[in-house]
T-cell receptor, first 115, second 121 residues
């Protein structure tokens, strides 16, 4: 069964600090992995996408890593800001027989950045 | 960037009412749109996949007669919650995948709408 597990479930950090969110998955056959940011009451917005051959991908203060061997990914946020407070969702895409792909969503890490 | 518009953003209505939610891709054509449901502090749950010009594919456990999906054009899909009851109250989110342009469709991103908060009294 395809699964995506994220940790921690929630996290509170002070503004300016760094943090790392974890994602472990058992999805196969693997196509790609995305990290999304979802603000409260809004739809998810894509931060990064990584395919099998990519180890690191950055988008501003966000840096994602992927270890396809251990099926783990992380999202590192540098110099956090109050606006980073949101749910961060790891989404893994599996290739479907016959074409297309299917997404498996993690339950997200709820990040709160405080003054 | 690609924009998906979802309307309305919030609906409050009485039990027994049918509610229609629209999902539009504003600057791209979407052959496939997806409808999700999200409970508080939970992950998105795929309800159905909507393909332009054909019947939607529903996930196991989702009542197709309860959640009617119409994908009449390459830029519009609608979800109608028929005879809604309080247990249908939830956050519904749509997403759209751009039409493939020659590259692998598996890496085409899904662009999400901002969701519809449905509250049934």
């Amino acid at each position: 069964k395809n699964q995506v597990e994220q940790s921690p479930q929630s996290l509170i950090i002070l503004e300016g600090k760094n943090c790392t969110l974890q994602c472990n998955y058992t999805v196969s056959p693997f196509s790609n992995l995305r990290w999304y940011k979802q603000d409260t009451g809004r739809g998810p917005v894509s931060l990064t996408i990584m395919t099998f051959s990519e180890n690191t991908k950055s988008n501003g203060r966000y840096t994602a890593t992927l270890d396809a061997d251990t099926k783990q990914s992380s999202l590192h946020i540098t110099a956090s800001q109050l606006s980073d407070s949101a749910s961060y969702i790891c989404v893994v895409s599996a290739i479907l027989t016959g074409g297309g792909n299917k997404l498996t969503f993690g339950t997200g890490t709820q990040l709160k950045v405080e003054l | 960037g690609a924009v998906v518009s979802q309307h309305p953003s919030r609906v409050i209505c009485k039990s027994g009412t049918s509610v229609k939610i629209e999902c539009r891709s504003l600057d791209f054509q979407a052959t496939t749109m997806f409808w999700y449901r999200q409970f508080p502090k939970k992950s998105l749950m795929l309800m159905a996949t909507s393909n332009e010009g054909s019947k939607a594919t529903y996930e196991q456990g989702v009542e197709k007669d309860k959640f009617l999906i119409n994908h009449a054009s390459l830029t519009l899909s609608t979800l109608t919650v028929t005879s809604a009851h309080p247990e249908d109250s939830s956050f519904y989110i749509c997403s759209a995948r751009p039409r493939p342009t020659g590259v692998s469709n598996s890496n085409q991103p899904q662009h999400f709408g901002d969701g519809t908060r449905l509250s049934i009294l």
